[in-house]
């Protein structure tokens, strides 16, 4: 399939050797490829490893996303969406308001994704109520909520385990971790930026016990600040790594670095190319990770779009309202309906398969119980 002089004359024909026999990429492979100057040589062979696994389907899902509070006790200088206590663009919604929200209406929605930031008050009691009553007003979506950042917090702030927190969570109703907090694992970058937030091996350590107590997850990296390539690639390495053991992500979501209005300050924000190259050098070093989402919200919908041909399988959802991109100057719309999406994918050239959060797929407006 693969022109090996092509290859060859960009010092990745043993890469492209290994991407066509399926054989798993090293760290330095993934180095190589982000150090490639074309992007459409990795890109032909992330897309040739995506339609392996998906020929020409494309996903998404029926969802909404709700973030409960932006107070956190944390100062991560990549993040525009925080707030202290009593700041005026501090928010914090009430149960009424969070029910509402999970409403939507009226209509039925396949998938709920709720986070906030690490509130310095609220109980454990409060989250297990809270993913409760959105059953109620939702039976059959599945919730994916709290970051394994958030999920440390419960338990510090409650002088409990992990475990037990996870444990709790998931008799209330959580069935996934969304996956986020994740950044970079580089203690470097995480020193820099995020000193007080959990850090690389307490992140992998949550997760690891979500999915060994049947709470599945996905797993995002904030890539496009301070962290240099090798550090990208690493960070891929120690996921592919857990999920050997676990078997539990469902999907890999890289998160384009929105620079405005954080601390961080001006900053140039990545360019289309590097989006284009994270994506497909994910889908070639996660090989054990069946999805790689191309998230519009922050990448908008059109590079989304050419996403699909650089190794993303997965668009998200109809997202309805998001405020942590947004607050950090995504340029995206706030929500997409099914038919914006479904016309976006087949235009690109690839079937739409409205899907759970599993990605089992789903059909027609009813939201299956999952
Ligand atoms: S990234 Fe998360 S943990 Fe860090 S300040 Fe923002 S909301 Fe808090």
């Not at 992330?46 to 944390?74: D, E, F, P, W």
């Not at 005026?88 to 409403?103: D, M, R, V, W």
């Not at 510090?156 to 969570?169: D, I």
């Not at 706030?334 to 235009?347: H, K, L, N, S, V």
Request: hydrophobic share 40%.
């Amino acid at each position: 399939m693969f022109e090996p002089r092509y290859y060859r004359n960009l010092g990745l024909e043993e890469i492209a050797r290994k991407v066509s026999e399926g054989e798993r990429l090293t760290i330095d492979d993934g180095e190589k490829l982000f150090a490639c100057p074309e992007v459409t040589a990795v890109g032909a062979l992330a897309h040739l490893a995506r339609t392996r696994l998906h020929g020409k389907s494309a996903y998404y899902v029926v969802n909404r996303h709700i973030n409960y509070s932006n107070i956190c006790v944390n100062g991560c200088r990549f993040c525009a969406f925080s707030r202290k206590k009593g700041d005026p663009l501090s928010f914090e919604l009430s149960e009424e308001q969070i029910l509402e929200k999970a409403g939507a209406g009226g209509r039925a929605l396949t998938e709920i994704h709720v986070v906030g930031g690490c509130h310095p008050d609220l109980p454990l009691s409060f989250f297990e109520n809270i993913i409760g009553r959105i059953r109620e007003v939702q039976p059959h979506a599945f919730i994916k909520a709290f970051t394994a950042v958030e999920v440390a917090h419960f338990a510090k702030k409650e002088g409990v385990s992990v475990g037990e927190v996870l444990a709790r969570l998931k008799s209330a109703g959580v069935r996934m971790l969304p996956g986020g907090g994740a950044e970079v694992f580089s203690d470097r970058v995480r020193k820099l930026l995020c000193p007080e937030k959990l850090d690389a091996a307490g992140w992998l350590d949550v997760v690891r016990q979500a999915h060994e107590t049947g709470i599945r997850s996905n797993a995002t990296m904030l890539y496009g600040h301070i962290e240099t390539p090798r550090e990208r690639v690493e960070h891929m390495a120690a996921l592919r790594e857990l999920q050997d053991g676990t078997g539990g992500f469902v999907c890999f979501i890289p998160l384009a670095f929105q620079p405005s209005n954080t601390p961080l300050g001006p900053m140039a924000p990545t360019t289309g190319v590097d989006d284009l190259k994270t994506i497909a050098v994910s889908r070639l070093m996660l090989d054990n990770i069946a999805h790689i989402k191309a998230y519009w919200v922050m990448l908008t919908v059109k590079l989304a779009q050419t996403a699909l041909y650089f190794g993303a399988d997965d668009f998200d959802g109809t997202v309805v309202e998001e405020k942590i991109g947004h607050m950090a100057g995504a340029r995206s719309q706030q929500g997409m309906t099914r038919g914006e999406i479904e016309r976006i994918i087949r235009e690109g050239g690839f079937e739409p398969v409205e899907r759970d959060s599993l990605f089992r797929p789903v059909s027609g407006n009813a939201a299956r119980q999952g």
